[in-house]
C-alpha cells in the first residue's frame, strides 16, 4: 500500500531556530500533500495544502512566512517552522491524498514530527 | 458554524464486547465520510470510507453507519480486542480539504 514517510520524528530545537520536516510518499506520485497539526489530547488541524509545482495554500491563522512550504517534486514535500518560539511545540503530521481514491480524498499519513521548542 | 464533534470522553470496555462510537456533525453535507484510527505518538490510519447513499459499510469487525438526516455516523468494533485500543476518528470532506473530528479515546481491557 501507499507509504508517506516522515522525518524526523522528533527534534528539539532552541527557540528562534528554524526546524525543516520533510514528508515523502515513497511508492507513489503526490500532487497534493496536507499539513496538520495536533497539540496534546486535541484532533488535527489543518494547516496548509502543499501543491506541487505552486505556491502552498494557508488556512486562516497559519503564518505562511512561519511556516514555509516547499512541495519542489512529485513525492517531497517539507515544512519549516521559522525562528521557533516553545508555542510552536506540538505534532506536525503531513499526509497525502492516495491515488486512485481522489473523489473521496482518503488520506495515507505520515508517521509525525514531535517537536519541542525550548 | 461547521463542527465534527466525537464523545470527547474516553470509552472504555472489556474485551469482547462491542465498541460503538459516534460522530456527529453540523452545517456539513458531506459525500462522503471516512474514519481513522489514530495510536499515541503517530499519524492516523485510514479505516473506512462511507458515501452519502450508503447506509452501511462493514470491514471484518468494523461497520460504520451514516444516517444523513440526522448528521451522524456510527462506528462499531465487534468482539473488540486490547489491541483495538486507540483514538479514533472520524473525517469529513470539505472543499478540497479533510476535516477530522476531536476524536474518541477507545480503551478495551482483558
Known amino acids: 500500500g501507499a507509504v508517506v514517510s516522515q522525518h524526523p520524528s522528533w527534534v528539539i530545537c532552541k527557540s528562534g531556530t528554524s526546524v525543516k520536516i520533510e514528508c515523502r510518499s515513497l511508492d507513489f506520485q503526490a500532487t497534493t500533500m496536507f499539513w496538520y497539526r495536533q497539540f496534546p489530547k486535541q484532533s488535527l488541524m489543518l494547516m496548509a495544502t502543499?501543491?506541487?509545482?505552486?505556491?502552498?495554500?494557508?488556512e486562516q491563522g497559519v503564518e505562511k512566512d512561519k511556516f514555509l512550504i516547499n512541495h519542489a517534486s512529485l513525492t517531497l514535500s517539507t515544512l519549516t517552522v521559522t525562528s521557533a518560539h516553545p508555542e510552536d511545540s506540538s505534532f506536525y503530521i503531513c499526509?497525502?491524498?492516495?491515488?486512485?481514491?481522489?473523489?473521496?480524498?482518503?488520506?495515507?499519513f505520515g508517521a509525525g514530527s514531535r517537536l519541542t521548542v525550548l | 458554524s461547521q463542527k465534527i464533534e466525537q464523545n470527547s470522553e474516553a470509552l472504555n470496555i472489556q474485551e469482547g464486547k462491542t465498541a460503538t462510537l459516534t460522530c456527529n456533525y453540523t452545517?456539513?453535507?458531506?459525500?462522503?465520510l471516512q474514519w481513522y484510527r489514530q495510536d499515541p505518538g503517530r499519524g492516523p490510519v485510514f479505516l473506512l470510507l462511507i458515501r452519502e447513499n450508503e447506509k452501511e459499510k462493514r470491514k471484518e469487525r468494523l461497520k460504520v453507519t451514516f444516517d444523513t438526516t440526522l448528521k451522524q455516523s456510527l462506528f462499531h468494533i465487534t468482539a473488540s480486542q486490547p489491541a483495538d485500543s486507540a483514538t479514533y476518528l472520524c473525517a469529513l470532506r470539505n472543499t478540497d480539504k479533510l476535516i477530522f473530528g476531536t476524536g474518541t479515546r477507545l480503551q478495551v481491557f482483558p
Open positions: 499526509s497525502a491524498r492516495t491515488s486512485g481514491r481522489t473523489g473521496a480524498n482518503v488520506l495515507t
Open positions: 452545517n456539513y453535507s458531506p459525500a462522503y
Open positions: 502543499s501543491n506541487e509545482g505552486s505556491k502552498a495554500t494557508y
